[in-house]
């Protein structure tokens, strides 16, 4: 069975670095379209940033351009998230996705929800002011 790992959460100060990890074992096919999406208490699931096959195929939600940064290691199926001058409203639950259903890589699709099939349990990440 499909299952993936998140860590690397915790609490930071404003301006800090969290680097999130996420393995994912048990599916045949890789880690090849994988997604960070987070929820705050009360909001809806966002993403925040996804990556597909081939160099520069990364998306990146508004809020975090410039600040997180997406990669992946396919030899040890690993998805990365790392996150730079974190601010108190980056505060929320970070999941890994894996297994993208889209039709197309072009946004929004990569940074939604919905399109994807296997996701991880979740790290918690809270940035203090």
């Known amino acids: 069975q499909v299952e993936l790992v998140e860590s690397g959460g915790g609490s930071v100060q404003a301006g800090g670095s969290l680097r999130l990890s996420c393995a994912v074992s048990?599916?045949?096919?890789?880690?090849?379209?994988s997604g960070w999406f987070r929820q705050a208490p009360g909001k809806e699931r966002e993403g925040v940033a996804a990556?597909?096959?081939?160099?520069?195929?990364?998306a990146y939600a508004d809020s975090v351009k410039g600040r997180f940064a997406i990669s992946k290691d396919n030899a040890e199926n690993t998805v990365y998230l790392q996150m730079n001058s974190l601010k108190p409203e980056d505060t929320a639950m970070y999941y890994c996705?894996?297994?993208?259903?889209?039709?197309?890589?072009?946004?929004?699709?990569?940074?939604?929800?919905?399109?994807?099939?296997?996701w991880g349990q979740g790290t918690q990440v809270t940035v203090s002011s």
């Open positions: 990556i597909g096959l081939g160099p520069g195929r990364t």
């Open positions: 048990g599916y045949a096919y890789g880690i090849g379209y």
């Open positions: 996705a894996t297994l993208y259903t889209g039709s197309t890589w072009a946004l929004p699709w990569p940074l939604a929800s919905n399109k994807y099939k296997y």
